[in-house]
């Protein structure tokens, strides 16, 4: 389990229910919506999927200003007073915590006792857990549709508008609370993307917009549509793709996997009060009572009276930090450098290369690996495959009938000097490369973390310096490996 970071003042308010947006308007935006759907339908190249960034967005922004709303808003400090009343008439045990502002974090949890490492701080029985199980019953009715059925994040998105919009819902002390705008890249403008050129997370971002840019479009064409059933019912006045991008931000920011009622799968899941704790590395350290029904929180360290509670989140890279949950962990000992490699078609050896990795356990001629932080940048896997890649017909051939093919695998597996000087060769271009596809250089990006800047531009820098350390570190790597 882990996870949440948004960015939203502490002093930011939380709107209440919007006018309807007129039937004149709702037909120009059925309009979009369709042009929108096709656009992010169509299959685009990679080279071709900035171009495609920007169609959808130009359409987005169209839609934006018709679905614009003006609502009345009520002060966050309220919402934090009648959350935690909230949380103790349910039964939640959070004695040992507070809600506070902190510097660079707006809200997390504040101590409110001494806390050794281990001690429990946080009890939230399963009723006080939002899920599709126990918030928005309206979801029975589209049981059947396709997104709903197998994408648990977006069943649980459209959960979270169904109650938001609900009269008299008792989740409105949780959703209260929540932030009203994210750092997610879907807040992103396209001028604050653009600084992710040459980076792999681009590619990361862009998709992951189109793909909520699609799910938008779907279930507004649903809502607008003559299907009666109680969720279109709820929410064909009030959706819009800003309340989607909110929805789907929360889920991102904060889902967490829990187990379902009756022990047969896992879900996904809101764990309100939990949902408040920031990023820090070290031992994860909640768990699942199902004795109890309850999420039972442990710190992972040593904490003062008045000092910001942490948890871990999870083993994650900085481009899953940044795209998923809106920032970047500059220390992140898990971050890694995507690195797509593959065996062209037109290679003549294809088929040979292609049986050999297959014998390896690979089950794709492309394949994704992570350069490393740390000594050790390159895996054992991504090793075997560039041996594989480097071959010449007669190591292929031997390999292909050996008993021992997962010595490939090995540092020290005996292979011929050709084939490691090959693997060596390629790497050092490959990262070279990979760094010259930055407009700027690490030492240009460290110079600039002492400018001023907004807290997307920082946090896209952020991203960039770990990326381009990670570059840094393995080019060394294979720098000295050639001279050994």
């Not at 949440?4 to 930011?12: D, E, L, Y």
């Not at 349910?90 to 949890?109: H, M, T």
């Not at 690979?362 to 740390?374: C, D, I, V």
């Not at 084939?419 to 990262?431: C, Q």
Request: hydrophobic share 35%.
């Amino acid at each position: 389990m882990g996870r949440k970071k948004s960015h939203s003042s502490a002093k930011s308010k939380h709107p209440t229910q919007p006018k309807k947006i007129s039937s004149v308007k709702r037909n120009e935006i059925a309009i979009q919506c369709e042009k929108l759907f096709r656009l992010c339908s169509e299959p685009a190249y990679a080279t071709q999927s900035w171009e495609n960034y920007l169609e959808i967005t130009a359409v987005l922004e169209k839609v934006k200003r018709l679905e614009e709303m003006k609502i009345s808003t009520t002060k966050r400090s309220t919402a934090i007073e009648q959350f935690m009343k909230w949380l103790n008439d349910d039964g939640a045990n959070v004695s040992g915590a507070s809600i506070a502002e902190f510097p660079g974090y707006d809200l997390g949890l504040k101590a409110e006792r001494d806390l050794s490492c281990n001690d429990l701080v946080l009890e939230i029985p399963g009723k006080l857990i939002f899920s599709t199980e126990t918030a928005a019953p309206e979801l029975i009715t589209l049981q059947n549709d396709p997104l709903i059925q197998h994408m648990p994040q977006v069943a649980l998105a459209i959960a979270l508008l169904i109650e938001k919009h609900k009269d008299n819902s008792k989740w409105k002390p949780y959703l209260n609370i929540l932030p009203t705008t994210y750092s997610t890249v879907l807040y992103m403008t396209t001028n604050d993307m653009i600084e992710l050129k040459g980076s792999p997370t681009l590619e990361a971002a862009l998709n992951h917009c189109k793909n909520i840019a699609r799910q938008y479009s779907y279930f507004n064409q649903m809502f607008q549509s003559n299907n009666n059933n109680q969720v279109s019912e709820l929410l064909r006045d009030t959706f819009t793709y800003e309340e989607y991008c909110w929805a789907a931000s929360t889920v991102m920011t904060r889902q967490n996997i829990i187990p379902s009622k009756n022990g047969t799968q896992m879900i996904h899941a809101l764990i309100p009060m939990w949902d408040m704790c920031n990023h820090e590395e070290g031992m994860i350290t909640t768990d699942f009572n199902t004795n109890s029904d309850t999420c039972e929180c442990y710190v992972k360290r040593a904490f003062k009276t008045g000092e910001q509670i942490f948890i871990n989140y999870g083993t994650r890279t900085n481009c899953e930090f940044f795209v998923h949950s809106g920032f970047v962990y500059p220390d992140n000992e898990h971050d890694g450098f995507k690195l797509r490699l593959g065996i062209s078609k037109s290679d003549s050896l294809y088929n040979d290369r292609v049986a050999l990795l297959d014998k390896l356990g690979f089950t794709s001629a492309t394949t994704s690996f992570l350069l490393r932080n740390g000594s050790e940048p390159i895996s054992d896997e991504m090793l075997a495959f560039l041996r594989v890649f480097s071959m010449r017909k007669i190591e292929l051939d031997h390999w292909l009938e050996s008993d021992k093919v997962f010595d490939l695998k090995h540092r020290d597996c005996a292979l011929d000097t050709i084939v490691e000087e090959n693997v060596r060769k390629f790497l050092l271009t490959r990262i070279k490369l990979l760094i010259a596809n930055y407009p700027t250089t690490l030492k240009e990006d460290l110079a600039l973390l002492n400018t001023t800047m907004t807290p997307t531009r920082r946090m896209i820098l952020q991203l960039r310096i770990s990326e381009k350390k990670i570059l840094a570190g393995a080019l060394e790597y294979v720098e000295q490996w050639i001279k050994a």
